[in-house]
């Protein structure tokens, strides 16, 4: 998974992450790929795994691929946090 983070009022910085409990606080987007396998849901968290050797984040590449964006409104603002 791949989250982008608010750090400062007008700079984010990405991260890769394994599971949602370990999102920045402040996510302005989540991308995760969806293909099944590198992704292992249990509960609420996601993990990536590493089946077939490779580092789990440049082994996989064929999608499909979700994009989690939060709502913004005019003054209304949400973001993603850990679970």
């Known amino acids: ?3 982008c983070a608010r750090c400062k009022l007008w700079w984010m910085t990405p991260e890769w ?3 949602t409990t370990t999102l920045p606080p402040e ?4 991308l995760v ?16 795994t590493t089946e077939g ?3 789990g ?3 996989q590449g064929d999608g499909p ?11 209304f603002r949400a973001t993603l946090r850990p679970s």
């Not at 996510?27 to 989540?30: A, P």
């Not at 790929?33 to 990536?48: E, H, M, P, R, Y």
């Not at 979700?66 to 409104?73: M, S």
Request: charged share 10%; proline share 2%; aromatic share 6%.
């Open 17 to 19: 992450t394994t599971t």
């Open 33 to 48: 790929d969806l293909s099944g396998k590198g992704v292992k849901c249990t509960g609420t968290a996601a993990t990536i």
């Open 65 to 75: 691929y979700a994009l989690l964006l939060p709502l913004i409104d005019g003054s």
């Open 53 to 55: 050797g490779g580092d």
């Open 1 to 3: 998974m791949l989250a």
């Open 57 to 59: 984040f440049h082994s």
């Open 27 to 30: 996510t302005q987007f989540l």
